[in-house]
């Protein structure tokens, strides 16, 4: 479900990580067709701590990330998935 909120969401954080996902550092599309939101590299809004373990849909809980990573982050904490992303293992 795309709201007027989480497209607002998505243009923030877009702004404010200049384009990139939170996890791998690559260039995300921004884009509400409904084709290229099924791409890899499409836009998603990402909870950090996952709802699943208690996070909320506040603001400073979201981030910005790529449907690849948004999609296999799985179980894992934010900041250990980010740094598996990014190969600082």
Not at 20 to 38: F, I, K, N, S
Request: net charge positive; charged share 20%.
């Amino acid at each position: 479900m795309d709201t007027r909120a989480a497209r607002y969401f998505k243009w923030l954080l877009f702004w404010q990580q200049q384009g990139r996902c939170c996890y791998c550092g690559e260039q995300v599309v921004l884009t509400y067709r409904p084709y290229d939101a099924a791409r890899p590299y499409a836009a998603t809004l990402e909870h950090l701590q996952r709802r699943a373990d208690g996070g909320t849909g506040h603001p400073s809980n979201l981030a910005m990330a790529c449907k690849h990573c948004n999609n296999t982050r799985g179980g894992r904490d934010w900041l250990s998935y980010a740094s598996w992303r990014r190969n600082e293992f």
